[in-house]
């Protein structure tokens, strides 16, 4: 590709190309739509980038992201407490959200186990998870994602929480295998809650 004249825009495109899903292509057009807009929409999304690393952590109970100690999920009484649904990654909440089927708690792993990747239990929110299983939780959803990575840690964690007596499932396996949640479509992803079998 091109050098360009100016270092501050190849340093963005640099920086935009390390976005995932984000090539060296879409990273110009994205830097020379930036150029052309005006200042204060510029501003407005440079301010928002910079909010959310100086404003937005883990919740301390699901690990998902908030603004707050503890997110609205964990805090609303109108949520059933009984049932918690394991994820891979914060976005996994809102895709199962967007459906409106799932009313309960939910526990973000934050990645799934892959030893050839060298990624192992200790490296995942196994542990807090564990934790958070007491006498009021009668459900587990194990909803990582139907790829081998996924069903792995979907076993380690139905392993570790069956001796606890707790119903440990996972949701149907309408999801594509060797897909991920967030490519799955609403009906599809209800469907597989609804239709959710026993580990």
């Known amino acids: ?62 690990w998902n992201f908030t603004e707050s100690e503890i997110c609205e999920f964990c805090t609303d009484p109108r949520r059933d407490h009984s049932l918690i649904c394991v994820v891979e990654q914060p976005n996994d909440v809102l895709i199962i959200e967007k459906t409106g089927h799932f009313r309960g708690l939910y526990h973000i792993l934050h ?55 707790i119903l440990v499932t996972r949701p149907a396996q309408g999801l594509p295998m060797g897909g991920d949640l967030e490519y799955a479509d609403d009906v599809t992803i209800s469907r597989a809650f609804e239709g959710r079998t026993e580990l």
């Open 1 to 62: 590709m091109a050098q360009h004249s100016s270092q501050a825009i190849a340093t963005l495109i640099d920086e935009l190309a390390r976005l995932p899903g984000v090539g060296k292509k879409t990273a110009q057009r994205f830097a020379f739509h930036l150029l052309r807009a005006p200042g204060e929409r510029v501003l407005a999304l440079s301010e928002a980038v910079r909010a959310i690393k100086e404003k937005v952590w883990h919740c301390s109970t699901c």
């Open 111 to 165: 990645g799934s186990l892959s030893p050839m990747d060298g990624i192992h239990a200790e490296d995942l929110k196994i542990q807090e998870l564990v934790s958070r299983l007491n006498e009021s939780v009668r459900e587990v959803v194990i909803a990582t994602n139907p790829n081998i990575e996924g069903n792995v840690t979907a076993q380690y964690l139905a392993r570790l929480i069956k001796p606890l007596n």
